[in-house]
């Protein structure tokens, strides 16, 4: 029976489902599991001790203004930092295009928030992260999936979505989650150019950017945009909003991300922000501030590369060695997660139930598809697991994946 | 001329607004104005030295776990804390009674986001708390006025709103933000009664129930359904969502609260919370119970109750010494605020253009009411300033109004 507050629920509320991944990783949470599920950066490269002595450094020199309420924009020297980092990368940007939000989640939010009426539709890459369909179908989104292969997005396909006037175009162009894939530079100034020929914004997601272990660094799409635009040496109002975090450069548990964007823009998540929770922790963002103001970014990211390259690389040797020879996977240049193709017709969501009983665990495909499909995918996390566990997780997968192969 | 962003706003934005508080507060912060306009704790009360403690203990013990992703629901060992808490007001709640969130405010938005459909009637004491009218408005909320006096609500005009079918009730019982005044005991026992009778939740919302300065405790709206429900004994699932949060008690910089709710209302509101931000930062949780846990929060407690009693008084004092026998005002027996009541005709805001001008602001009380009025009225802030600060800034006022009292 339902009960009275069912009764009251509005509309959207009974579009809510409950987290596909976080139903899965209750699932995992067993100890003894080895899980390649979660999207977890490894505890060990936590900067503990920096942390410490900035909560130090915080708390003795300015404790009042770190405990009080603070701006919805965020904490300004934070935001001068984040435009000094980005200018690096020949975008200029200001502090008043930046708004910190509590983790990129909560960006997501504001952009669907801002931007997104019922029905609305968004073009996405098909598979996307799951966390952007969460967040938008809050507010009723549709999406135009465009397909990928190992190049990220295949661009060739946008403009027919493009025609059907979507409100954004949704990417993650490096390390994507769920895939691994990085979208190629041909590709991105395709997407620039189509996105500004439709006159349609791009969001562009990039929290994984910093964390690449081989080849070069591709301009970003605000960067391009930018280019194109023509915005030498002014203040960026191109056709993109930029997202990134300080969830995998430092930690996630501290909630800091930021958005950049043309000033008005920010002004309306900055409208968003008010009154979804006032402001971002005054002091995380003097904590974070602290932390990074020495170019100890810089130092620290070379740390998370090298830890992060290494269990790619045992887990990419692992699956050659174990996994059934019908099995493919991507070879991501960075980020945190690979992305595994079954046969045809096998269901990942199956083999996960196999495979729990053998003690690994790893996120099937299929919630990744916002209009279905993928239910031979599997994605599959390198970041969280030590070597060790990687090969012995691995092999237990392997071992899965050989006996539902030949049992087919 | 409109820009191409502005083509794309979802139709919710166009209702956004600027917060009113939030562009007056910008006013008003030069250095040399004496604020009473602002809902700032005062930071000499922030336990800093604990923090720091606790921010050591934290990092030394548990680093890698603290700053990792956590579960959306919030730290199981505060959420106990608080249910603790809680049973001490004889409810009966466990920890899945409870959510963390990022502040209240954020709370009053996933209330927003669970229970609003456009055009929802919600029924609220006028004036009531702005930041729920920003939270709510963005959901299409529309409100039902129920007058108050210096015991609050009226509830005996509560029952014509209640046959107008509103969503909810929202009440601030205790030192309300922004009249000072708190709900009689005979009031709210008969607001729960009616409230039971017409099958209209209440949301009870009471970030100062704790900052009590003269009189005894009453006992809290959820505690008064409890019994009314006759729950006795079993773990709360009555009529009544209750907020609170640690920014009055702890430090509003960390942007911590919760909710108590019948735990299907909870699911509902931690899915809002996935979609948002995924959790409130794992820090500031942790830290926060290493803060609390060993009943310093009853200690500190009394050490914010005396510094804020010292200023009640002082502003009280000095209001009956300097202001025009023509002006009336609260006595708050807790909280933060007290509220101004100008004579019939006069406009709060010309009163607030002519204070900065003397280097003294408060806020006019006209956005307190979501269907107008109160123009006549005015929010003053007594937790901030400190006495000597206080004498001075009344005396300034105290001029303001005499002077365009006799010019009427």
């Known amino acids: 029976m339902e009960t009275p507050w069912e009764y009251r629920y509005a509309n959207r509320t009974k579009r809510m489902g409950s987290s596909v991944i976080r139903e899965l990783l209750k699932l995992t949470e067993q100890p003894d599991i080895i899980s390649f599920a979660g999207g977890l950066p490894a505890p060990e490269v936590f900067p503990v001790k920096k942390f410490q002595e900035a909560c130090n450094i915080v708390l003795e020199t300015m404790g009042a203004q770190a405990l009080q309420y603070s701006t919805t924009e965020g904490y300004r020297p934070l935001r001068e930092m984040i435009a000094r980092h980005t200018a690096r990368y020949s975008v200029n940007v200001d502090p008043d295009n930046i708004l910190i939000t509590s983790g990129s989640q909560q960006a997501l939010d504001f952009i669907g928030r801002v931007f997104i009426n019922q029905g609305d539709h968004i073009v996405v890459e098909s598979p996307t992260y799951l966390g952007a369909i969460q967040a938008w179908n809050a507010y009723g989104a549709q999406y135009i999936s465009v397909p990928s292969d190992e190049h990220g997005m295949i661009v060739d396909e946008l403009e027919k979505a493009l025609r059907i006037g979507p409100k954004f ?240």
């Open 169 to 408: 175009i949704y990417v993650l162009p490096n390390f994507q989650n769920p895939t691994g894939t990085t979208l190629a530079l041909e590709r991105r100034k395709q997407l620039v150019e189509l996105a500004d020929r439709y006159g349609v914004p791009i969001i562009e997601d990039d929290p994984y950017g910093q964390l690449r272990y081989e080849g070069e660094h591709l301009p970003s799409v605000v960067m391009l945009d930018s280019q194109h635009q023509g915005n030498n040496g002014h203040t960026y109002s191109g056709n993109v909003i930029y997202m990134s975090t300080f969830s995998k450069l430092l930690a996630p548990g501290l909630r800091l991300a930021w958005v950049i964007a043309p000033k008005e823009v920010i002004r309306k998540l900055v409208q968003s922000k008010q009154a979804a929770d006032l402001h971002t922790a005054t002091f995380n963002q003097v904590v974070a501030y602290e932390v990074g103001k020495g170019g100890f970014l810089d130092e620290h990211v070379k740390v998370i590369r090298a830890t992060y390259k290494e269990r790619r690389d045992v887990m990419l040797e692992m699956m050659a060695e174990v996994f059934p020879s019908e099995v493919r996977w991507t070879h991501p240049e960075g980020g945190m997660f690979l992305w595994g193709i079954l046969p045809e017709g096998m269901d990942a969501a199956e083999v996960l139930k196999r495979a729990i009983e053998y003690k690994v665990a790893f996120v099937p495909g299929g919630p990744f598809h916002p209009n279905g499909g993928g239910e031979n995918t599997m994605r599959i996390n390198f970041s969280y697991s030590n070597p060790e566990v990687i090969r012995e997780g691995i092999t237990r997968l392997g071992n899965v994946l050989k006996e539902l192969i030949v049992k087919k």
